[in-house]
Nanobody, 123 residues
Framework: QVQLVESGGGLVQAGGSLRLSCAAS????????MAWFRQAPDKEREFVAS????????YNADSVKGRFTISRDNAKNSVYLQMNSLKPEDTAVYYCAAGADVVLNVARTYDYWGQGTQVTVSS
């Protein structure tokens, strides 16, 4: 079993930046595709960004392209989301996810999930 723990969320003004972290434990981390999803209250979980286990492929949602960057450090069993130029519509609980055979932007295809970290962007 893989366990994922997110951190780094908080309250920030529009235009500001945050860096989210996700620490993994429980088994070999490097084989998994990693991703970030987000979910606002009473809305469906939304894909944000993903990165292959090798780091050679990334995929970002159109809504965050040019603003968010996903990265990973396999030696530290960690994945990160650098969020710049934050907008109020970015407000959500952000979840880290991992999976071996996934459709990159489809939440139900991921096997492991963190508990989430709240990001609130004020206007």
């Amino acid at each position: 079993q893989v366990q994922l723990v997110e951190s780094g969320g908080g309250l920030v003004q529009a235009g500001g930046s945050l860096r989210l972290s996700c620490a993994a434990s429980g088994r070999t981390f490097s084989i998994f595709t990693m991703a970030w999803f987000r979910q606002a209250p009473d809305k469906e979980r939304e894909f944000v960004a993903s990165m292959s286990w090798s780091g050679g492929s990334t995929y970002n949602a159109d809504s965050v392209k040019g603003r968010f960057t996903i990265s990973r450090d396999n030696a530290k069993n960690s994945v990160y989301l650098q969020m710049n130029s934050l907008k109020p519509e970015d407000t959500a609980v952000y979840y880290c996810a991992a999976g071996a055979d996934v459709v990159l932007n489809v939440a139900r295809t991921y096997d492991y999930w963190g508990q989430g970290t709240q990001v609130t962007v004020s206007s």
